[in-house]
């Protein structure tokens, strides 16, 4: 994962005396651990993480002796230098009118969302896994406007793929959850779901006892099965309010008027909401993921081909995983991601 160094720098801020260099994990050592030794400060871990995200458990526990790259935080690898020239891979069994059809939704940045490199960070990794399934067929990609829309389209089998979603968690969905209408792809990206608080009043979160009595926000229309699931039933029995008003950027507002404690969405989400409100002097992540969640492709049970599509998208995944190809992707992806910040 060396080639994701560059796009992290807006994690850090002074370049690290030792990085571009390989750790060997030993016991108790942790990603705050590892950046407070090579960065003089744990803010930075998201870069060791992003940097070695094949080798680090869902839960960013490090196995002994697992080597790790150590990147670079240096001025010279800022983003905007990185992004000049940026296109998305060549897509040429994207054709309209195709008989496969892809459905992404069109307002969810940075993963799907017209307009955006290769149209998302998911959608271009997807439509990549595509070209590199077994027996590849041309394929047609549409948008929805809005998640609801999307839903609709997707539950009615109008579409081959849908792209993409949180897989529910198929303990506690019921029989009427997405676990009995859909099958659920390979995780196409693992993303961190994160706590955003303002900066004059941050919230203190290690673990899950931090956050009996607060308030969180989340915008109506997500999953909550990181928050609410039997073996963490934050929101039933770990005192934990969730409130749920239409958008992220009303939750960025109520938090900024003090009634939520805290943000919950995942950090790529999350920043680009506070960047695009002008929040980023006033709302920050709180250094440590309540969990990593996995952003999947849905293929509609009641389609006649659904087993195949879901042999051909994890076929075509685990193509480009071995290729190096996923690395690009992604590489560019953060890099166009940042850009947005700047």
Not at 92 to 112: C, E, F, I
Not at 156 to 167: E, K, N, S, V, Y
Not at 245 to 261: I, N, T, W
Request: aromatic content about 8%; hydrophobic content about 45%; some cysteine.
């Amino acid at each position: 994962m060396r080639a994701l160094v560059a796009v992290l720098c807006l994690w850090g801020g002074a370049a690290a005396a030792e990085c571009d260099v390989t750790h060997r994990v030993q016991a108790g050592d942790t990603l705050r651990g590892l950046a407070e030794h090579y960065y003089e400060g744990d803010g930075n871990w998201q870069a060791i993480y992003y940097a070695n995200l094949p080798k680090i458990g869902a839960d960013q526990t490090l196995a002994v002796g697992t080597e790790l790259f150590i990147p670079c935080l240096a001025a010279e690898k800022t983003v905007l230098k990185q992004v000049e020239g940026l296109e998305a891979r060549p897509t040429p069994l994207l054709q309209a009118g195709a008989g496969v059809t892809v459905l992404a939704m069109a307002d969810n940045a940075p993963y799907s969302a017209e307009g955006w490199l290769g149209g998302g960070m998911v959608t271009e990794l997807v439509t990549a896994a595509l070209e590199n399934a077994p027996k590849p067929e041309p394929y047609d990609l549409a948008w929805a406007p809005d998640r609801d829309s999307w839903r609709a389209q997707l539950s009615t089998a109008q579409a081959d793929f849908g792209l993409a979603g949180f897989r529910p968690d198929c303990q506690s969905a019921g029989a009427e959850g997405g676990c009995a209408a859909y099958h659920w792809s390979d995780p196409v990206l693992d993303v961190a779901m994160v706590l955003f608080s303002r900066v004059d009043a941050p919230l203190e979160y290690e673990t899950d006892e931090d956050l009996e009595g607060r308030i969180l926000c989340r915008p109506k229309g997500l999953p909550v099965t990181d928050l609410e699931r039997p073996e963490r039933p934050l929101l039933s029995a770990g005192g934990v309010r969730l409130v749920q008003p239409r958008l992220l950027s009303d939750c960025l507002e109520l938090l900024m008027m003090a009634q939520v404690d805290a943000v919950s969405v995942d950090e790529f989400s999350g920043w680009l909401a506070v960047y695009r409100g002008g929040f980023e002097d006033r709302i920050g992540a709180v250094a440590t993921p309540t969990s990593s969640e996995s952003l999947r492709v849905a293929i509609p049970k009641q389609h006649w081909r659904a087993t195949a599509q879901l042999y051909r998208v994890n076929a075509g995944l685990e193509k480009i995983h071995a290729s190096g190809e996923y690395e690009a992707i992604l590489q560019s992806q953060l890099a166009f991601f940042w850009a947005q910040l700047n």
